[in-house]
């Protein structure tokens, strides 16, 4: 009712006034090797709180930037890596991995050698809505992280397999694959409070 209403429009409050903290202690940061305040605030922005807007613009600013400077990649994962850490929602979750599923996409050769992801949410939940409401949003997360961490770790190990005989480097790109169907399988809505 009213109420569950009145604490939505709470939570929307806290969670931009959260981002424009975040974008405002990064504007303050120097630029190095690791850090970069403007790829930073469009990180944030594009991983807002905000679970009624995608911010499709910085997402693509971000894809760009990898693009263009692969020397980007450093900044990237460390401030992609700062907030995924640090959140307990399920919206800048979501909107972190599916930034970080663009990233993979953009082709640069750097970001086949990650390995791992520099982050773990295998084990997220969210500390904002009652567990009742969000076991299906944190399955949701952790089914999506797993996917992306085991895909982003086979598209490193093909590198260190390139003197492998090719028999063998299909038979172990077969068995990867179908790994990576089974959990891309595992990711779907599981409960109704999903939208």
């Known amino acids: 009712g009213a109420k569950q209403q009145e604490m939505k429009l709470w939570q929307r409050a806290a969670g931009a006034l959260k981002d424009q903290n975040s974008i405002w202690a990064a504007s303050f940061s120097r630029k190095s090797s690791y850090r970069n305040p403007n790829l930073e605030a469009a990180i944030i922005k594009a991983t807002s709180h905000d679970e009624l807007h995608v911010d499709y613009r910085n997402a693509q600013r971000v894809f760009a930037w990898i693009r263009t400077t692969p ?66 949003f944190n399955n949701f997360i952790r089914a999506y992280y ?38 891309l399988l595992q990711i779907k809505p599981q409960s109704k409070s999903m939208r």
């Open 71 to 136: 020397s980007s990649l450093k900044p990237l994962v460390w401030a992609l890596s700062k907030r995924m850490e640090k959140t307990k929602s399920w919206i800048v979750a979501l909107k972190g991995l599916i930034l970080m599923h663009g990233v993979f996409c953009c082709k640069v050769p750097a970001v086949q050698k990650i390995g791992r992801l520099p982050f773990d949410l295998s084990g997220f939940q969210d500390g904002h809505t009652r567990p009742i409401i969000s076991w299906g």
């Open 146 to 183: 797993a996917f992306l961490d085991h895909r982003s770790a086979f598209l490193y190990e093909q590198q260190s397999r390139r003197n492998d005989a090719p028999m063998v480097q299909e038979i172990f790109k077969l068995q990867k694959w179908q790994s990576l169907l089974d959990l």
